[in-house]
């Protein structure tokens, strides 16, 4: 007889980890180097701040990061479906397309990189958070144009939430970038997970 209690006892706390952990929401960050925390240690990143705003606030959401530097629109398409089913988040914010750009891919294919992303998230019921991605305007007027376009067009035709571009406030401040000119410095992280938080709440259920 007690055995069986013990049984039913185990079962029950197995069922109600198994359920916890169905339910628990993931939130899967898949972007470039700027989300990868490129130049520092891995504990600086925006989005291990950012986890910690959530844990601060009592929001059960647990960050995933799967950024890479260097990583392009294609690269990211060629692993994503393995990631998902790794992962199974219930959330992905894209933030992919700057190295494309750096590289004078035609926007018509970063584009359509994009739009299968979000079609293979979609068909596993993740919903997918956009994020607009902007270039300095030495790339050249038309092709910036011609590329930052392709983000609210994405969003209105996909009807995806389309997310500001994480460094708007950042970008033009020496002090929060790096030499370079393109990636923010360590004491930019804390501020980009402030304002991707405040980004990020009005788009969470």
Not at 63 to 73: D, M, V, Y
Not at 92 to 102: F, K, T
Not at 145 to 161: G, L, P, R, T, W
Request: proline fraction near 5%.
């Amino acid at each position: 007889m007690l055995f069986k209690i013990f049984n039913l006892f185990l079962l029950l706390i197995l069922g109600n980890i198994i359920f916890a952990e169905k339910d628990y929401p993931n939130l899967l960050i898949y972007g470039d180097s700027i989300s990868a925390g490129y130049g520092m240690h891995s504990d600086k990143q925006w989005s291990v701040n950012l986890q910690q705003i959530f844990n601060e606030n009592g929001i059960n959401f647990k960050i995933i990061n799967k950024s890479l530097s260097g990583e392009t629109t294609g690269g990211g398409l060629s692993r994503l479906e393995r990631l998902l089913e790794e992962f199974k988040p219930s959330y992905m914010l894209l933030e992919l397309g700057g190295n494309d750009a750096l590289r004078g891919y035609p926007p018509s294919m970063i584009k359509q990189n994009l739009i299968e992303m979000i079609s293979i998230a979609r068909d596993r019921n993740i919903k997918v958070l956009l994020m607009q991605i902007k270039i300095p305007p030495n790339y050249g007027k038309r092709y910036q144009q011609s590329f930052e376009s392709i983000y609210s067009d994405i969003a209105i035709d996909n009807q995806v939430e389309l997310m500001p571009f994480m460094l708007e406030e950042i970008a033009l401040k020496s002090e929060l970038m790096f030499r370079d000119g393109i990636h923010p410095n360590e004491r930019a992280q804390p501020l980009i997970a402030e304002y991707v938080y405040k980004s990020l709440m009005p788009l969470l259920n």
